[in-house]
């Protein structure tokens, strides 16, 4: 009668078996399977990998390591693209302490300094493109978000360094899901020395929030851009 043998693998290293032939050896009332040619050296292994932990590093020394590679750093321009991608490892890790709906919470509301972003020209446009930062040095970014739906933005610039100005948008707040919003912006006003008008037509932004408490907020735009925001004093 044939006899079944039932082989139980063992996480390690894996081996490849060449060998045909097998041998059953009884070693500590234990069976062992050995080749015939390479007796001593023929345990069966299987390999085992895990996925990578999760940061383990505390909320408040991850916002601190953030805010010390944004700062100075003319909210990103300057930083090299090893660097940005520290920047988003960071904000990564941070992800996993957001509270459960970030649209509902009230920390939501208040003046915030925009002081990062992965792409250059996605808060300010053109003013903060290659060719219009030649011309309009930036002073301040600011994003003010009023209960219950009101976002009012504000890059103010000194031009040439001869004429302060600035542009700023005022836009209505929609909630799209617990961590989407939409806001939809008005035309842009331009103030430069005693001259004030609007240009240009409504536009909208889609960001999600993947962080907020009450130093700091993090934000993805539809496109993946990557926003780092500081609450002001």
């Known amino acids: 009668m044939a006899t079944a043998c039932a082989l139980t693998l063992t996480p390690a290293s894996a081996a490849v078996i060449r060998a045909p032939r097998l041998q059953l050896v009884r070693s500590n009332k234990s069976l062992k399977v050995l080749p015939l040619n390479q007796r001593g050296a023929g345990r069966i292994h299987a390999s085992l990998s895990t996925a ?32 940005h991608d520290k920047v988003a490892e960071v904000a990564r890790d941070l992800q996993q302490y957001c509270v459960d709906e970030p649209v509902k919470c009230p920390l939501i509301f208040g003046e915030w300094d925009v002081v990062y972003c992965s792409n250059p020209t996605s808060p300010g446009g053109g ?38 100005g600035e542009v ?66």
Do not use: C, H
Request: net charge positive.
């Open 127 to 164: 003013y903060r493109s290659a060719i219009g930062r030649l011309f309009f040095k930036t002073k301040e970014m600011i994003q003010v978000v009023e209960a219950p739906d009101i976002v009012r933005n504000k890059v103010s610039f000194s031009l040439l360094g001869l004429v302060d």
């Open 168 to 233: 700023s948008l005022e836009g209505k707040l929609n909630v799209l899901d617990e961590k989407w919003i939409q806001v939809v912006f008005d035309a842009p006003e331009l103030k430069v020395g005693g001259l004030e008008f609007r240009y240009g037509g409504q536009s909208e932004v889609k960001l999600e929030i993947t962080y907020i408490d009450e130093k700091i907020r993090l934000g993805k735009g539809s496109r993946g851009s990557l926003f780092v925001f500081q609450r002001r004093k």
């Open 52 to 83: 990578a932990p999760l940061s383990s590093a505390k909320p408040d020394d991850l916002v601190a390591s953030i805010l010390s590679k944004v700062m100075q750093t003319d909210r990103g321009v300057l930083l090299t693209r090893n660097e």
